[in-house]
């Protein structure tokens, strides 16, 4: 009895003693897998198509279980660099950064290489930097579909040419599409650029007045290449005060849902699909590989003026009405009641 009793009292005592009853250590640091955190720098969120960027760009993260710290520099490099700076501190694992500045932005690079964190350039490319990846779509391309779509519709006649923001270097970019596809027959006089000028942060207002000082120059426009669907929108919407919108070939691109809707109404030509989710979704896919020292099997580069980026590019899709429904709403990135919802419901195409 007194041999039992005194088994009692260790296993009261000394409860670690048993199987059953261990406590289990305490985990440190060094046991446990750390969440992987990101540092998504955006330039500005004004377009529509950026908060689908984002939005998309986080559910992955986290579905691949890493955080996601978001900063918005609403289109000022000054605030950007201080914001980059602020997540660097916070300690994230990498730089996600879609710059507002591409030459500028170098410093944010040199600011995480210095704190020792990786940078991927999200749809736009930082010049001069050095950055580790730089994830988009084929930029020229989409310059060459707009000017391939304008030229098809008007062989000749007098173009208007709207670049977006000289600060963004896909800018660029898209003009040397253009210029490949336009070079030739503006050589040849068929056609003739009566004006063309640069949207500042890409701002709708500066397209707006470019296309409305033209008309009041008494000069006949026959199509204009706008550098995305916002500037375009601008331009129709200056043509329409002339009674001209529809009169003139309007090319955009992103694929916005009030382009898609002028597409289908016949007032815009055409825009360039790029599908977001699989930008977003391979950023962030990346972003969480490079953290964990994975290979991501990329052998292009594109030259940022100094240093060879590895360069994953994905592929744009032009769109127009005729293909509107086998692109943009098959893969749901708009529904076809908010695309024609200002066409008469017995002219919508039929879905199989």
């Given at each position: 009895?007194?041999v039992?009793?005194l088994?009692?009292?260790?296993?009261?005592?000394?409860?670690?003693?048993?199987?059953?009853?261990?406590?289990?250590?305490?985990?440190?640091?060094?046991?446990?897998?750390?969440?992987i955190?990101?540092?998504?720098?955006?330039?500005?969120?004004?377009?529509?198509?950026?908060?689908?960027?984002r939005?998309?760009?986080?559910?992955?993260?986290?579905?691949?279980?890493?955080?996601?710290?978001?900063?918005?520099?609403?289109?000022?490099?000054?605030?950007?660099?201080?914001?980059?700076?602020?997540?660097?501190?916070?300690?994230?694992?990498?730089?996600?950064?879609?710059?507002?500045?591409?030459?500028?932005s170098?410093?944010?690079?040199?600011?995480?290489?210095?704190?020792g964190?990786?940078?991927?350039?999200?749809?736009?490319?930082?010049?001069?930097?050095?950055?580790?990846?730089?994830?988009?779509?084929?930029?020229?391309?989409?310059g060459?579909?707009?000017?391939?779509?304008?030229?098809?519709?008007?062989?000749?006649g007098?173009?208007?040419?709207?670049?977006?923001?000289?600060t963004?270097?896909?800018?660029y970019?898209?003009?040397?599409?253009?210029?490949?596809?336009?070079?030739?027959?503006?050589?040849?006089?068929?056609?003739e650029?009566?004006?063309?000028?640069?949207?500042?942060?890409?701002?709708?207002?500066?397209?707006?007045?470019?296309?409305?000082?033209?008309?009041e120059?008494?000069v006949?426009?026959?199509?204009?290449?706008?550098?995305?669907?916002?500037?375009?929108d601008?331009?129709?919407?200056?043509?329409?005060?002339?009674?001209?919108?529809?009169?003139?070939?309007?090319v955009?691109q992103?694929?916005?849902?009030s382009a898609?809707?002028?597409?289908v109404?016949?007032?815009?030509?055409?825009?360039?699909?790029?599908?977001?989710?699989?930008?977003?979704?391979?950023?962030?896919?990346?972003?969480?590989?490079i953290?964990?020292?994975?290979?991501?099997?990329?052998?292009?580069?594109i030259?940022?003026?100094?240093?060879?980026?590895?360069?994953?590019?994905?592929?744009?899709?032009?769109?127009?009405?005729?293909?509107?429904?086998?692109?943009?709403?098959?893969?749901?990135?708009?529904?076809?009641?908010?695309?024609?919802?200002n066409?008469?419901?017995?002219?919508?195409?039929?879905?199989?």
């Amino acid at each position: 009895m007194t041999v039992l009793v005194l088994l009692c009292l260790i296993v009261l005592i000394f409860p670690g003693c048993t199987g059953d009853n261990a406590i289990p250590a305490q985990q440190t640091g060094d046991d446990k897998e750390s969440v992987i955190k990101i540092g998504f720098s955006m330039g500005s969120t004004v377009q529509e198509r950026w908060q689908r960027d984002r939005d998309i760009f986080v559910a992955r993260a986290k579905e691949l279980g890493a955080e996601v710290l978001v900063q918005n520099a609403n289109n000022d490099h000054t605030v950007q660099m201080r914001q980059v700076r602020e997540l660097i501190d916070e300690g994230i694992d990498i730089l996600v950064i879609i710059p507002h500045d591409a030459e500028a932005s170098a410093e944010a690079v040199r600011m995480a290489n210095k704190a020792g964190i990786k940078v991927i350039c999200y749809d736009r490319l930082i010049r001069n930097g050095g950055a580790d990846l730089y994830i988009s779509f084929d930029n020229v391309k989409v310059g060459e579909y707009k000017a391939k779509a304008v030229l098809e519709k008007v062989p000749r006649g007098n173009y208007v040419i709207i670049r977006g923001a000289p600060t963004d270097y896909n800018s660029y970019m898209l003009y040397q599409g253009y210029m490949n596809i336009l070079g030739e027959p503006i050589r040849n006089g068929d056609i003739e650029i009566v004006a063309e000028g640069s949207a500042h942060d890409w701002a709708y207002e500066e397209a707006f007045k470019l296309v409305e000082k033209t008309i009041e120059r008494g000069v006949e426009i026959h199509a204009i290449v706008a550098a995305n669907d916002t500037l375009a929108d601008a331009a129709i919407e200056a043509l329409s005060e002339k009674r001209l919108a529809g009169k003139v070939a309007v090319v955009g691109q992103d694929a916005d849902l009030s382009a898609c809707q002028r597409v289908v109404e016949g007032t815009q030509l055409m825009t360039v699909y790029k599908p977001i989710d699989r930008l977003a979704k391979a950023a962030a896919e990346a972003a969480v590989k490079i953290v964990k020292g994975e290979d991501l099997g990329i052998e292009e580069t594109i030259f940022d003026g100094t240093y060879q980026v590895p360069y994953r590019k994905l592929e744009p899709i032009p769109v127009t009405k005729e293909n509107m429904i086998d692109t943009i709403i098959k893969d749901s990135f708009h529904r076809l009641e908010d695309i024609f919802i200002n066409v008469p419901k017995d002219q919508w195409p039929k879905i199989d």
